[in-house]
Each structure stands twice: as structure tokens, then as C-alpha cells.
Nanobody, 124 residues
Framework: QVQLVESGGGLVQAGGSLRLSCAGS????????MGWFRQAPGKEREFVAA????????YSAYSVKGRFTISRDNDKNTVYLEKNSLKPEDTAVYYC?????????????????WGQGTQVTVSS
């Protein structure tokens, strides 16, 4: 089991940057594939990016490709989401999540553990 805590959200102007962090507990953090999802008011939770357990493979949603970068530091039990060229439509609560296998499926239903989320608001 792993517990996840996100941080780094906040208010930023359009075109700005923000880095989210997700700290995981437990000695088995490096065995989990990690993902970032987001949920805007009135919308379903959507996939943003994912990274394999050893960091060797990454995946991004088309809407954020080229703007967001996912990375991880297993020595620090932390996964990051670097967000550049932010747009108002990126406004949402961002969640990190963990799953026990590296086979990539961009669905929140395939993830077993979730953080509490961090709010990101992009003003125009």
C-alpha cells in the first residue's frame, strides 16, 4: 500500500508555469507506476500523464503534450508534473495516483491509490 500527498498547486496566470509534486510513503514506491489526473468542476476525471515504475516510459494526454512533463525520483519517493504554457482550461484539481503494474492504461479506474488532490487555477 502507498499513501500519496500532492503539493504545488495554486493560482497562476495564463502562459505561466507550475510544478506539482506528489510524495509517496512506503518502501515500495518504486514498484508503482504513477499517473496524474485532473478534474474540473462538472467534468469527469481525465488522464494527464503517466510514468512507469522505473521512469523509463512516460505517456501524456494529447491536450498537454509538449507543455506538461512527468518525472519521478524514486530515491525521494516523489513524482512531479512540470506544467508550462498554462491555459485557463488547465484549471482543475490535480490528483496523483499509483497502480501496481506498468502496463499503461489512461483510465482512473485502473489506479488503486490516490492523493487528496491539489487545486490549480489559471487566470486569463
Amino acid at each position: 500500500q502507498v499513501q500519496l500527498v500532492e503539493s504545488g498547486g495554486g493560482l497562476v496566470q495564463a502562459g505561466g508555469s507550475l510544478r506539482l509534486s506528489c510524495a509517496g510513503s512506503g518502501r515500495t514506491f518504486s514498484s508503482y507506476a504513477m499517473g496524474w489526473f485532473r478534474q474540473a468542476p462538472g467534468k469527469e476525471r481525465e488522464f494527464v500523464a503517466a510514468i512507469s515504475s522505473n521512469g523509463g516510459s512516460t505517456y501524456s494526454a494529447y491536450s498537454v503534450k509538449g507543455r506538461f512533463t512527468i518525472s519521478r525520483d524514486n530515491d525521494k519517493n516523489t513524482v512531479y508534473l512540470e506544467k508550462n504554457s498554462l491555459k485557463p482550461e488547465d484549471t482543475a484539481v490535480y490528483y496523483c495516483a499509483a497502480r501496481g503494474t506498468d502496463y499503461h492504461v489512461p483510465s482512473p479506474y485502473e489506479y488503486n491509490y490516490w492523493g487528496q488532490g491539489t487545486q490549480v487555477t489559471v487566470s486569463s
